[in-house]
């Protein structure tokens, strides 16, 4: 296992994180997986043998099941592995059970702690954008919370550009403790991260935790053009993450099957090779629904692409550039620095 120093912290995590959303199978949590605390002892004994050192769950998963299984699980051994948590989603009716207020982020923290049965987060990520709360309250609640010793670093996930860079900017005003992790979507299916999130985070010295780098399956390579799979996540209720482009995914498992092949490795363990190799990647949080799948993704650390794979699945993948990233790609290259090229560094038209 190798391991990557998470953004500009002392810590050092494994490249592949455990995640824990089949944890339960409760409410709608069901379509991903339902893992038992059985089924879960050995998925965690499978990862810790294998190295990994972070499981990753939060507290709207099965409405605390997860996190609740999870605590069951690591009891007895909670100083071999790091934490990650997260606050955000509605946890109750009220109009307070939901949200990022100082309120609701110090209820959940406990919440939390008690179903994991532990007394700190090594990892506390706010789950979603708030819009209604001030983020000085936000910034001030987890920097306390840090100081407490309830938590020892901060991560984000699912912020916008914009978003983000004003909730750093909000906690260096303060002096509060800034995120060292940033959680996000990102994968061959989609790579709209490149756009602001993975330049930013290279910018900011924020390690990128990767949610679903398999497209919740997609990448699996049992979803081919003209063939239908049993049993995929696609064909259930849930619908994380959106296809917006069905013939350039196809097009995408088909260079991702084809390069797999000639490896002699599963189409799961290319996709998940490709991502660690990307700028500003530092771990990705897998899921399984089986123990034969967690082994497989577990290979990826083995799995070594050539410059001619990347460069093919680059090119087969590729995000349009929007503007403003045409206009610079074609007037400002000769000036990009390490975060501009996240994005331009194999620009589909060529022109960086």
Not at 55 to 82: P, Q
Not at 236 to 258: A, C, N, Q
Request: with cysteine.
């Amino acid at each position: 296992m190798e391991y990557r120093q998470l953004g500009r912290s002392g810590l050092r995590v494994s490249v592949l994180t455990m995640g824990t959303m089949t944890f339960g199978g409760r409410d709608v949590f069901g379509n991903v997986g339902s893992t038992d605390v059985a089924g879960a002892r050995r998925q965690i004994d499978i990862c810790l043998d294998a190295g990994v050192n972070v499981f990753d769950t939060a507290n709207i998963y099965s409405s605390g099941l997860s996190e609740e299984i999870l605590g069951e699980v690591v009891k007895g051994r909670r100083e071999r592995l790091l934490l990650s948590s997260k606050v955000r989603m509605p946890m109750g009716d009220g109009p307070n059970d939901q949200g990022l207020s100082r309120h609701h982020i110090i209820d959940q923290v406990e919440g939390s702690l008690r179903r994991l049965g532990t007394d700190h987060l090594d990892i506390y990520h706010v789950h979603q954008w708030d819009g209604l709360t001030p983020l000085e309250e936000t910034m001030e609640a987890l920097d306390s919370l840090v100081r407490s010793g309830k938590v020892r670093y901060l991560g984000v996930s699912n912020y916008s550009g914009w978003q983000l860079m004003k909730a750093l900017g909000v906690a260096d005003a303060h002096g509060y403790q800034r995120f060292v992790s940033n959680q996000i979507y990102y994968s061959l299916e989609s790579r709209d991260a490149e756009y602001e999130l993975v330049p930013l985070s290279l910018d900011q010295g924020l390690g990128i935790m990767v949610w679903s780098p398999l497209a919740g399956g997609l990448l699996s390579g049992k979803y081919r053009r003209g063939q239908q799979a049993d049993g995929g996540r696609h064909l259930t209720d849930w619908d994380e993450p959106p296809v917006r482009d069905e013939e350039k995914l196809y097009d995408t498992i088909e260079t991702v099957v084809d390069i797999a092949a000639a490896h002699g490795v599963s189409p799961a363990q290319v996709s998940l090779a490709y991502l660690l190799a990307q700028p500003g990647v530092t771990t990705l949080v897998i899921g399984a629904r089986n123990d034969e799948q967690l082994r497989d993704n577990l290979g990826a650390v083995d799995v070594r692409l050539d410059a001619a794979d990347l460069e093919r699945l680059d090119k087969v993948s590729a995000p349009e550039l929007i503007y403003p990233h045409w206009h610079q790609a074609r007037l400002a290259a000769a000036r990009f620095g390490t975060p501009d090229r996240a994005l331009h560094r194999r620009s589909r038209d060529g022109e960086a």
